[in-house]
């Protein structure tokens, strides 16, 4: 995926998986990753980088199904 900064300031920027839930209002809330999450199938590459006011990032994003994956 491509990320860009489209800010006027650098912005660090951390890549990752993560669980959440979204409401009607389309507001997002983030939780702790349950036993039966997916977010560890879920690999980003880089992981940690500055992005420069305008600038944009190549982000590779790698998702590895286990075998087998388990039921939930």
Do not use: C, Y
């Amino acid at each position: 995926m491509h990320i860009k900064n489209g800010g006027s300031a650098a912005a660090s920027i951390e890549m990752g998986a993560a669980e959440f839930t979204q409401d009607s209002d389309g507001t997002l809330t983030f939780h702790p990753a349950g036993s039966w999450s997916a977010a560890s199938w879920v690999q980003t590459r880089p992981q940690h980088f500055t992005l420069e006011p305008g600038r944009t990032r190549k982000v590779r994003v790698q998702i590895t199904v286990p075998r087998p994956p388990g039921t939930g």
